[in-house]
């Protein structure tokens, strides 16, 4: 999931999207829709698009997202 590669928790989604954690639980476990206006604010968060979120397209994130990822394996690899 694209949350665990950016290393957020679930905790840290909720908060920075003002709503309970247990809500971003159900969302991830299908057991509850989610509103459009939500989704849009979901993609922002995480980088990425509605279309990815929707399971139409495989793009995983954003330039951000595959900096972060390439940054990490620069460090891995200095230690």
């Known amino acids: ?8 928790t679930q905790e840290q989604l909720a908060e920075v999207m003002c709503i309970p954690k247990s809500t971003i639980s159900a969302y991830k476990n299908d057991k509850v829709d ?3 206006s939500v ?6 968060h995480l ?3 509605l279309n990815y979120l929707l399971g139409i397209e495989d793009y995983k994130g954003s330039f951000t997202l595959n900096a972060l990822a390439l940054l990490k394996k620069v460090d891995d690899i200095k230690m």
Do not use: A, F, N
């Not at 999931?1 to 957020?8: F, S, Y």
């Not at 989704?39 to 922002?44: D, H, I, K, P, Q």
């Open 1 to 8: 999931m694209i949350r665990i590669r950016m290393g957020m």
């Open 34 to 36: 989610i509103k459009g």
């Open 47 to 49: 980088d990425t698009t």
């Open 39 to 44: 989704l849009v604010e979901l993609s922002e």
